[in-house]
């Protein structure tokens, strides 16, 4: 039996749950990231002959009931304004939340393999903390004044699913991914860009 010509040709569910863990890079470099949750997906088409591009394309989701990221402690940092420089506080520590990314387009490349199963995938979430993320300057009652409890999250990156019988596989994936609050605060400081490294287990039905 060919467990993933088994799943390709009955196009089929796939759920379960995983672990996800990711740096900043560039100035969020000392930022870290830690979540779980539960994706659920459904493959829509059957192969479509495109070459080397040939494969199915699915459509799935997750939730993320626990969202981590890991900042420096609060601490004085040095802003330029007007050309003149000053010194505040800024916020930092643990930030805890939950993030749900409601749309992730993913293709699945045709393979003759009976394990691996590649795939690219785009995705956009949305994450909300407990309290507003990124750190940023603190105003007088001791929070960050100028970010947003909400956040998005537009992704993309790709990985394969190993199949350890049929139905069932070990999932790894790579994302880049972007945070922002599209200015929903004063200031938009953001995560410009964080890698994210995902491992999961999947039942396939």
């Given amino acids: ?51 080397i591009f040939s494969g199915q394309f699915e459509y799935a989701g997750n939730i993320m009931p626990l969202w981590q990221a890991y900042t420096p402690p609060p601490h004085q940092q040095l802003f330029t304004y007007l050309g003149q420089p000053f010194v505040a506080p800024v916020g930092g520590g643990t930030y805890t939340g939950v993030s749900l990314t409601p749309v992730i387009f993913r293709w699945n490349f ?49 990985g394969f699913h190993y199949f350890i019988r049929p139905k069932r596989s070990i999932d790894l994936g790579v994302n880049g991914e972007h945070i922002s609050s599209a200015s929903l605060g004063d200031r938009n400081p953001g995560v410009n860009a964080s890698i994210q490294i995902q491992v999961g287990y999947t039942f396939w039905k």
Avoid: C
């Fill in 1 to 51: 039996m060919n467990p993933v010509a088994q799943v390709r040709d009955a196009r089929s569910w796939e759920y379960g749950p995983f672990v996800n863990w990711g740096t900043g890079l560039g100035n969020r470099d000392s930022f870290k990231f830690f979540n779980t949750g539960f994706q659920l997906g459904k493959v829509l088409t059957p192969v479509l002959h495109l070459g």
């Fill in 110 to 158: 045709l393979t003759r393999s009976r394990r691996f199963q590649p795939w690219f995938q785009a995705a956009g979430g949305l994450i909300y903390t407990t309290h507003k993320f990124p750190p940023d300057e603190l105003v007088p009652h001791g929070t960050p004044g100028g970010t947003s409890v909400f956040n998005f999250s537009p992704q993309g990156g790709g």
